[in-house]
Nanobody, 125 residues
Framework: QLQLVESGGGLVQPGGSLRLSCAAAGGTPDYYAIGWFRQAPGKEREGVSCINNDGGWTNYVDSVKGRFTVSRDNAKNMVYLQIDELKPEDTAVYYC??????????????????WGQGTQVTVSS
């Protein structure tokens, strides 16, 4: 299984931007689809974005379309989530997850079998 470590979270004002990173180790990253998830206090985990193994296919939940951009650099074993126009409702712990899968990805957490420890994103003035 792939080992994943997220970074890049922090405290940011509404309207600001962050780039979250997901570092992968212990496998061949370009065999894996990666999903980004978030969980706010008292709420269920939500899939927000995913990217397939070669970066050629991405998907987003409707609430983040136009503000979130997922990308990957398999040569560096990295996946990124660029978050723009941050809103207070984006406050959550953000996780990346992996599954060995080609061509597609999914926003369902049950698809994935490797998870990172999460990084906190707080949007507040």
């Amino acid at each position: 299984q792939l080992q994943l470590v997220e970074s890049g979270g922090g405290l940011v004002q509404p309207g600001g931007s962050l780039r979250l990173s997901c570092a992968a180790a212990g496998g061949t990253p370009d065999y894996y689809a990666i999903g980004w998830f978030r969980q706010a206090p008292g709420k269920e985990r939500e899939g927000v974005s995913c990217i397939n193994n070669d970066g050629g296919w991405t998907n987003y939940v409707d609430s983040v379309k136009g503000r979130f951009t997922v990308s990957r650099d398999n040569a560096k074993n990295m996946v990124y989530l660029q978050i723009d126009e941050l809103k207070p409702e984006d406050t959550a712990v953000y996780y990346c997850a992996a599954r060995q899968l080609f061509r597609i990805c999914a926003l369902a957490g049950t698809w994935y079998d490797s998870w990172g420890q999460g990084t906190q994103v707080t949007v507040s003035s």
